[in-house]
Nanobody, 127 residues
């Protein structure tokens, strides 16, 4: 079972930036797509971004497209989420997750297709 540990969350003013990191255990990290999801208070968890196992393709929700950038370092078993131009609507607990299928051809944005989750890191954006 892979373990995922997020870090990098915090309190930032609107317009600011944060970089989230997710460290994964295990030797098969490079074979799986990785995703970021978030859950705001009183709302369901939603897809934010994902990156293909080989790093060649990415996907973003419309709400973060153009502001967030996902990347990965397979040599270090890490995935990152650079978040720029943050606004209060981005306030949420952010989770990284691993795709349940290795070397999937296309990125999936569906939560149920991710079967390993981190504990989450809180991001709070003040106005």
């Amino acid at each position: 079972q892979v373990q995922l540990v997020e870090s990098g969350g915090g309190l930032v003013q609107a317009g600011g930036s944060l970089r989230l990191s997710c460290a994964a255990s295990g030797r098969t990290f490079s074979a799986y797509a990785m995703g970021w999801f978030r859950q705001a208070p009183g709302k369901e968890r939603e897809f934010v971004s994902a990156i293909k196992w080989n790093g060649r393709n990415t996907d973003y929700s419309d709400s973060v497209k153009g502001r967030f950038t996902i990347s990965r370092d397979n040599a270090k078993n890490m995935v990152f989420l650079q978040m720029n131009s943050l606004n209060p609507e981005d306030t949420a607990v952010y989770y990284c997750a691993r795709d349940r299928i290795d070397r999937r051809t296309a990125i999936t944005t569906t939560e149920v297709e991710y079967d390993s989750w981190g504990q989450g890191t809180q991001v709070t954006v003040s106005s």
